[in-house]
């Protein structure tokens, strides 16, 4: 950034030497002669007409270096300028994309209070029609942002998004939570370029999943009873 600055400056610094040296030599180029006129006489001006004819290819030749530097000039300010228009489009994005990983940061509290308070919890709608959302649901909603954000922060490329995806939805929590949030999500992040480039990428992952084996009845009741369990236990604590 430093150097930056400083090529910048110097280039100003030589832009603005060059422009006093020209307007020194046009000034020099009328002052010259008619302080040089005004004490001539006529053989001294035929001598001057002559000499000057000699040299009339020097004056050809400057002049066609004073149009090589205009030119010069303005294409190194075009170059300039359209290297800050880059600068100012790379910080903008730069700014879009810290205030979208503030708000998935905001997003990403709200659901960790959900998770270790039930009664915050309830407040989240339905994910589908007579489907509540549970602490996994809001768990594998945190791991796909998560993933999502490190693809668009580049912090990961595609090929690596994709096997993390194919790799998640071996897990039979984030398999079903995707075929109950799908619809969804869509319905809320529909028409979003970047919503609908990642929902592709998790449908293509879940696609190529392999349904998980269902839990037999028991394991569900197991599972059911610790739940109830740590909701007593919690309204007991507060």
């Known amino acids: 950034m430093f150097f930056r600055i400083r090529r910048r400056w110097l280039h100003v610094l030589l832009v603005n030497l060059a422009l006093l040296t020209g307007v020194a030599m046009v000034a020099l180029g009328v002052v010259v002669p008619v302080v040089l006129l005004s004490e001539a006489d006529d053989t001294r001006l035929h001598r001057w007409s002559e000499i000057g004819q000699a040299v009339a290819p020097v004056g050809v030749f400057y ?45 990403t509290d709200l659901i960790r209070m959900a998770i270790e308070d039930p009664e915050l919890r309830q407040v989240w709608p339905e994910i589908a029609a007579g489907v509540t959302v549970t602490k996994r649901d809001h768990y594998c909603n945190l791991i796909l942002n998560l993933q999502k954000v490190a693809y668009e922060t580049h912090t990961i490329e595609l090929a690596e998004l994709r096997g993390a995806l194919q790799h998640l939805m071996a897990s039979r ?66």
């Not at 869509?186 to 480039?197: C, K, M, Y």
């Open 63 to 107: 002049s066609g270096v004073a149009f090589v530097a205009i030119a010069l000039t303005l294409f190194l300010q075009g170059r300039e300028l359209r290297n800050q228009r880059e600068e100012l489009a790379i910080a903008r994005e730069e700014q879009m994309r810290s205030s979208e990983i503030a708000l998935r940061e905001l997003h």
């Open 173 to 238: 929590d984030m398999y079903g939570f995707w075929a109950k949030a799908r619809m969804a999500r869509v319905a809320i992040t529909g028409g979003d370029e970047a919503e609908d480039f990642f929902t592709t990428e998790v449908d293509r992952a879940f696609a190529a999943a392999a349904p998980p084996a269902k839990r037999n009845l028991l394991h569900r009741c197991r599972v059911h009873l610790r739940s109830k369990l740590r909701r007593r236990s919690f309204r007991h604590g507060r």
